[in-house]
């Protein structure tokens, strides 16, 4: 019996939407949204009769003395900042397995106990835990300011993380598990030689968002006044009063990191991207 192939064309987007989702046209809107900003900004400024100084900011950056180049101050910020972050980050990473695989296992106290630990963490303010671990934690288990900062980012985005362990262990089709047990693998073998390695492509997009997002909670932890990029920026401005400056320097710094580790990162998605 002959059977009547039929064809569905897939509907185009819109025109208007096409045009807008173009990236020559992405890029002219975000442009325009920053001069605005940065009108906006200069404008309030004139009003306020502000006395511009850019060309003091290089020098926070680099200088050149007698003795050679130096780093400057933003520069010395920027490095503790992103020791801040890696730091605080790989811990998160190890928090997160742990309470993700803990609240996977089949042991009721483990489990309850993760449910717990990410209860009270999500729920609670980070400038509130940040407190908690230096003046309370801090005097009772000696911490300085810099450890209690890395623990406090650490088990705030560990909370995080554990819920992209999880969701990415869960991806994993069960006849995974059920082929590494018929070939007599134990469940930490399985973990270690099937399912983790499977479920870095499912992992890798939201862990990326994590990261992104460490580097800029670090900067909370200027209200205890670790040497971070923040900091040094505060202390820039109580001594030269340059505020438009340099908030927009730091701003960019930021910007720039945060889109060079997300750059690097989609690199590695490619290499790991889900084939459909």
Request: charged fraction near 15%; charge should be neutral.
């Amino acid at each position: 019996m002959n059977q009547t192939a039929y064809k569905y064309a897939i509907p185009k987007a819109p025109l208007w939407s096409r045009v807008f989702a173009s990236t020559p046209v992405s890029v002219l809107i975000y442009l325009f949204v920053v001069g605005v900003i940065v009108r906006a900004a200069y404008t309030g400024s004139q009003s306020m009769g502000y006395n511009w100084q850019w060309y003091r900011v290089p020098k926070y950056f680099y200088t050149f003395t007698d003795d050679g180049f130096q780093w400057g101050e933003i520069a010395i910020g920027l490095v503790k900042t992103l020791e801040l972050s890696a730091l605080a980050f790989l811990l998160a990473v190890v928090i997160g397995l742990v309470v993700a695989l803990l609240r996977l296992s089949e042991l009721l106290v483990g489990s309850a106990i993760a449910a717990v630990f990410l209860e009270i963490v999500r729920n609670m303010p980070l400038l509130v835990l940040l407190y908690l671990f230096y003046y309370v934690l801090g005097p009772i288990f000696d911490l300085d300011r810099f450890t209690a900062s890395i623990i406090c980012l650490g088990v705030y985005h560990g909370a995080m993380i554990s819920e992209i362990f999880r969701a990415g262990i869960n991806a994993i089709p069960a006849g995974q598990w059920e082929g590494a047990k018929s070939i007599g693998m134990t469940t930490s073998q399985s973990y270690r030689y099937i399912v983790l390695p499977q479920s870095i492509r499912f992992m890798l997009p939201p862990l990326t968002g994590e990261a992104v997002n460490m580097i800029k909670s670090s900067a909370i932890v200027s209200v205890i006044a670790v040497a971070e990029l923040t900091t040094i920026g505060r202390n820039i401005i109580s001594d030269t009063y340059m505020s438009f400056e340099i908030w927009f320097t730091i701003a960019l710094v930021y910007l720039v990191v945060t889109l060079i580790l997300s750059i690097g990162i989609s690199y590695v998605e490619r290499y790991y991207e889900v084939e459909k």
